[in-house]
């Protein structure tokens, strides 16, 4: 299913690796209502017992968009922000009034994303976390599975912009 016109907000992942996040993420997108894009090369492959697991009967009704590079699905939305979510960022995505067009962009799940991609993208945020390895004094978590950092990130957009009942 492609909807390359769709108002809502995207999900897109870049060059993920682990099949059991993507599975999970897929399952998080239908739920939401939201469309997942991501962009190759992928760790894995779409036949993976693993991807299929993680989303459960639900895979084949995630609309799932494939591109080939990160140039090519940039050209594909001229008109979206793209915002790279990072724990490298200050910027907390509390901090921004999302649009109905925007794209919530997040990296592989060993590296993250390259500055070479962070700096194409219009906005570059991350989730606040206290209890972070720079808030505690006794170290403290370095960052969120992919999986649960995209699932705060959709639920924050859709809450913001009125879209859980609709």
């Excluded at 995207?10 to 998080?28: H, K, V």
């Excluded at 639900?58 to 793209?82: D, H, P, Q």
């Excluded at 390259?114 to 808030?135: L, Q, T």
């Excluded at 969120?144 to 609709?166: D, E, P, R």
């Amino acid at each position: 299913m492609n909807s390359l016109n769709s108002s809502r907000p995207r999900i897109a992942l870049f060059e993920p690796r682990i099949p059991q996040n993507t599975g999970t993420i897929g399952r998080s997108c239908l739920a939401f209502n939201l469309p997942l894009d991501i962009i190759k090369p992928t760790g894995f492959s779409f036949d993976d017992k693993y991807l299929k697991r993680a989303g459960l009967d639900y895979w084949a009704n995630v609309e799932l968009n494939l591109f080939e590079s990160f140039e090519e699905y940039k050209n594909s939305y001229s008109n979206s922000r793209i915002i790279a979510l990072t724990k490298k960022s200050s910027h907390s995505i509390s901090n921004i009034n999302f649009k109905e067009t925007d794209i919530f962009l997040f990296g592989r799940e060993d590296t993250g994303l390259p500055d070479k991609i962070m700096n194409k993208c219009e906005i570059v945020s991350g989730i606040p976390m206290p209890g972070g390895e720079n808030k505690l004094k006794t170290g403290g978590v370095r960052s969120l599975n992919l999986s649960v950092a995209c699932g705060i990130v959709c639920y924050s957009v859709c809450l913001q912009l009125n879209l859980l009942s609709k």
